[in-house]
């Protein structure tokens, strides 16, 4: 006899390394090198790594606390906020139990609800943006979590104010809902709501952040969540496996949110490339929806696949995704004209 793994398992992709490429705009990374601060936190975490980390990330939680002007017991953090979805997908949905979210998104979700073992109401995308009224509709008696990306990977859409507190003034109090907002510091669109804001007042409702993005430091691996009610914060922190985040992460996050205010300005920089590349994409026929993250996304269809090889031919990786459409990561300003000029016939 031989050992056979669940069957959510064995239907799973295995994964599959991507070839790498000079200019890659596969992974919405932040192009620019880490602070010298950050480097300088870095160096002097390390020379402590005799020791497991602080399992509480005591220093982490009270920069958070400050930041967001929040208690300690409503901030639970993780390895990368993919894995603190994870974790609240794993503490709120058992067997039968269902999770909603929008679809395309964030290519994780899926999978989690598959490693977790749990049904997904997966609700098509509507005009590139969260169907929010097609959502609302396809919760049920056994859904437990309403995911919503905003703004939404791959399509860099979001969903405003108005639209996302009706959703949440609708949704039944015993469904929780995540608010990832992976890119929210890239938002420079008013209109576009702060879920923490949002979250206050509303005890089923929790928002996931990175500090993989505009922070950059995605090969760190640290996410957090902030929520309204402290037993959400708590799940996350029941269900991590001790030392999840390790020192140098820990020290890295702190020193990235004492330098904030640099770190905004190149996030600045970045939203004025995403402006710029838009535009030109755009001049070139594409119909790119308003982006409000570091990426952009080109509806593409059928000729996705041999624009991703025109691309590839020219040492750029984007993200293809066969028959739909490809998302690329605005880069430096070099990298993107080089993008651009990989586009233009
Ligand atoms: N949420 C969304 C929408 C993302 O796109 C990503 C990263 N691609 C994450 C969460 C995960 O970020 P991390 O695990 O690096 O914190």
Redesign the pocket.
Known sequence: MSVHPREQISSLPAYRPGKSAPIKLA??ENPNAPLPSVIEAIAIAAGGINRYPDNGASALVDALCAKYDVKPEQVAYG???????EQIIQGYAGDGDNVVHAWR????YPLITEIVGVGAHRIPLREHTHDLDAMLAAIDDRTRVVIV?N????TGTAVGEEELTAFLDAVPSHVLVVL?E??TEYVADGSVPDGVRLMRGRPNVCV?R????AYGL?GL???YLIAEDPAVAEVVRKTMMPFSVSSIAQAAAVASLEADAELRERVTETVAERDRVSTALRELGHEIPDSHANFVWLPLGEQTDEVAARLAASGIMGRPFSGEGMRVTIGSREENDALIAALTP
Do not use: I, M, Q
């Open positions: 992974s919405n390895c990368g906020s993919v894995t603190v979805c998104s964030f290519e994780a990306c703004p939404n990977n791959p990832d992976a890119y996931l990175t500090f993989s993005k995605a691996r640290v996410g």
